[in-house]
């Protein structure tokens, strides 16, 4: 075994868990617009979102 093959081996290792995160992260921000969507059809409302009465209120 040759140094090189070390070397390669750890940049594909790297690129690898690189990409598993990314793609994980990914799939785990659309679980969560789906879970928002389902709560927001629910009738449930994030607390940091204005409440509709209070629009052009000047605040």
Same mark, same amino acid.
């Given at each position: 075994? /040759?140094? $090189?093959? !070390?070397? !390669? #081996? @750890? !940049?594909?290792?790297?690129?690898?868990? /690189?990409? $598993?995160? /990314? #793609? *994980? /992260? *990914? #799939?785990?921000?659309? =679980? %969560?617009? %789906? +879970?928002? #969507? $389902?709560? +927001? $059809?629910?009738?449930? %409302? %994030?607390?940091? =979102?204005?409440?509709?009465? @209070?629009?052009?209120?000047? +605040?």
């Amino acid at each position: 075994m /040759t140094h $090189a093959f !070390y070397v !390669y #081996a @750890s !940049y594909g290792f790297a690129a690898l868990v /690189t990409i $598993a995160v /990314t #793609a *994980w /992260t *990914w #799939a785990d921000g659309r =679980a %969560r617009r %789906r +879970e928002l #969507a $389902a709560l +927001e $059809a629910a009738g449930i %409302r %994030r607390r940091s =979102a204005r409440p509709k009465d @209070s629009v052009g209120d000047g +605040e």
